[in-house]
C-alpha cells in the first residue's frame, strides 16, 4: 500500500521456466481494500493502462519488478452482426456465473473491443496467443480467434 498503490497483472503459466509471464499486462491500482472474515486481505482494484515488459528483475523473495512500455488500449469498436453472437454467448456465461458479471459496474455489450477483451479473460489461452493477439493494434484477431474457439 506504500507509494502509488499500483502493479502488473500479466498471465503466469508455472510450467514456462524463464518465461512464465505473459509479455502483456494490465497496470492496476488498488482502490479499496478490507479484512475478509477468513483473515485474508481483500483488495478492490481498477485497470489503469495496458503495457509491454521490457525487462524483469526478480527479488530473492521472487517479488518481480519490471520494466514496461505502456501500450495504446484498443479504441471502442461498433459490433459487426457476424459478433452478435459472441455477446450473446457472454451475456450467457455472465448469466450462469453472476459474481463474473458483478466484476464490471458497466458492461459494454456493443463495442466489439470490451467484448473480445472480457472473452480473452475467460478463455484458457496461452502466453504466447494472449501476447499475440493483445499486441494487435485493434481487437479483430481477437475476435477471429474467440470465434473459432466458440465453434469447437
Known amino acids: 500500500m506504500q507509494g502509488e498503490g499500483t502493479f502488473g497483472i500479466c498471465l503466469f503459466d508455472s510450467e514456462k521456466k524463464g518465461e512464465e509471464l505473459s509479455v502483456v499486462g494490465t497496470l492496476a491500482k488498488i482502490i479499496d481494500f478490507e479484512l475478509l472474515e477468513d483473515g485474508l486481505l481483500g483488495i478492490s482494484i481498477t485497470g489503469l493502462s495496458k503495457f509491454k515488459i521490457c525487462s524483469v528483475r526478480v527479488e530473492h523473495d521472487g517479488l518481480r519488478f519490471a ?32 459474481d463474473l458479471g458483478d466484476l464490471y459496474e458497466q458492461r459494454f455489450f456493443d463495442d466489439a473491443s470490451w467484448v473480445s477483451q472480457r472473452w480473452l479473460e475467460l478463455l484458457p489461452v496461452s502466453n504466447r496467443q494472449f501476447d499475440e493477439l493483445t499486441l494487435q493494434t485493434n481487437c479483430r484477431a481477437a475476435l477471429s480467434y474467440i470465434k473459432k474457439s466458440l465453434e469447437r
Open 67 to 98: 520494466r514496461i512500455e505502456t501500450l495504446p488500449s484498443w479504441n471502442a469498436e461498433e459490433l459487426d452482426v457476424n459478433d452478435v453472437p459472441i455477446t450473446r454467448e457472454l451475456v450467457r456465461v455472465y448469466q450462469q456465473f453472476p
